[in-house]
């Protein structure tokens, strides 16, 4: 294994060669919506430097679920992306005349042996890529199981995380070890690629620009081009937060009720908006249970050597990922629900449904706070769901007919 050390300034030698498609992988919950969102924010600087960040959004997940067959979990039909999505996109990354042309998504993470070969295909093939980012285990799995909850799950995390655990591998949230066997994950990629195409970028927990400077390097970025977007929190849900979806699911779930309807008012309504609520600081946390601390670290120690025994280039602290600790006791006392909590989910509720709209202030409210955001790319903006259509209309017309007026006048100054 070739391994790089984390000594500041970043590490040396990782800049790939030109012509180079950098293809991130993800896989999920190791920092890719931050990630995507500074390629993203820097897309100009980063093609004034050479680097084309494929796509035309943030990320380009519907496109890498059309390819691997996935379902898109934002979609009402529940079908795979149109493939053409796909194709395009391969195109725009086999015809880019950039030095460097960067593509991220997590759900590459998913794909099998045959797809990977395709997408590979796809791209033009060599010369090709791969990074996989890369936290500890034990830091996924309370953040695996929320995202899970926020698709409708109603076990809790302890009976939830006995069963991924004591049961065979695939029978239980299967996607899970699909995305999260780091080991295989990289050997699958490897496998087609080959393991010096490979790196593995292990987060530093502690410097969260880490991972910024290491794909600024793996690009030939000048060293700040990347920063993190503010406007994309993507904080962990707390215990009473995420046992409130739960006790929604239940309820949901009980009544029968469609599957669209909830990814509207849940996951892209209230569940988004929880997320910009601040928490108390001793508010309880989503924690490992003390019986897991053993078989997680043997999980642990499984994925490390696995990854040491690739031969693909890691770049950082390869042995952090064996990190295995829990905040919570046994017999430990109960979570409390605050009655802000309860009112954050359903306030959010009641602003994806669209019952609120039309009863927004045009003028802003002196005495109000600050205007709610929502993180998820996939929604309105929620100061925009108490907004009327038609005043939304008038806005856009306004725009519009001052946008028209300016370029008119610019093409008379030119005659």
Request: aromatic share 6%; charged share 25%.
């Amino acid at each position: 294994m070739e391994a790089i050390a984390v000594e500041r300034p970043a590490a040396t030698g990782l800049l790939l060669a030109e012509g180079t498609k950098l293809v991130h992988i993800g896989p999920h919950k190791t920092g890719t919506t931050a990630l995507q969102g500074a390629f993203h924010l820097a897309r100009t600087q980063a093609k004034e430097q050479g680097v084309q960040y494929a796509g035309y959004g943030r990320h380009s997940a519907s496109q890498v679920l059309a390819v691997i067959g996935r379902p898109s979990p934002w979609s009402d039909d529940r079908k795979p992306p149109d493939i053409r999505t796909w194709q395009r996109l391969a195109a725009e990354v086999r015809g880019a005349r950039a030095q460097r042309v960067v593509l991220s998504s997590e759900y590459f993470s998913e794909a099998d042996s045959d797809t990977i070969r395709r997408v590979v295909r796809d791209l033009g093939g060599e010369p090709i890529h791969i990074a996989v980012t890369l936290r500890p285990i034990a830091r996924i799995l309370p953040s695996q199981w929320q995202q899970y909850v926020q698709n409708r799950l109603t076990e809790e995390f302890d009976v939830w995380l006995r069963k991924l655990l004591t049961q065979p591998r695939g029978k239980v949230s299967p996607n899970f070890w699909r995305r999260h066997q780091h080991d295989a994950l990289i050997r699958r990629w490897a496998d087609v690629v080959g393991a010096e195409n490979v790196t593995a970028v292990i987060l530093d927990e502690k410097d969260h620009d880490f991972v910024l400077r290491v794909f600024e390097e793996l690009v030939g970025l000048t060293s700040g081009t990347l920063q993190f977007d503010p406007a994309l929190v993507n904080r962990s849900l707390t215990l009473p937060e995420i046992e409130m979806v739960r006790a929604f699911n239940a309820i949901y779930k009980a009544e029968k009720m469609p599957v669209p309807l909830y990814t509207r008012v849940l996951r892209r309504g209230a569940a988004a908006l929880m997320e910009r609520r601040k928490p108390a600081p001793d508010e309880a946390k989503v924690d490992l249970p003390p019986w897991s601390l053993e078989p997680v670290g043997q999980l642990a120690r499984e994925i490390v050597d696995g990854i040491a025994a690739s031969g693909v280039r890691v770049v950082g602290d390869l042995e952090s990922l064996t990190r295995v600790s829990t905040r919570r006791e046994e017999g430990s006392a109960p979570y409390v629900i605050k009655p802000d909590v309860a009112a954050s989910l359903a306030f959010g509720i009641l602003l994806a449904t669209g019952a609120a709209r039309g009863t927004a202030r045009m003028e802003p409210d002196p005495e109000a706070g600050p205007p709610l955001q929502m993180p998820s790319p996939y929604s309105e903006p929620p100061e925009l769901f108490r907004i009327s259509t038609l005043q939304l209309g008038l806005v856009l017309f306004r725009r519009m007919r001052g946008d028209l007026r300016d370029r008119i006048a610019r093409l008379v100054r030119r005659r």
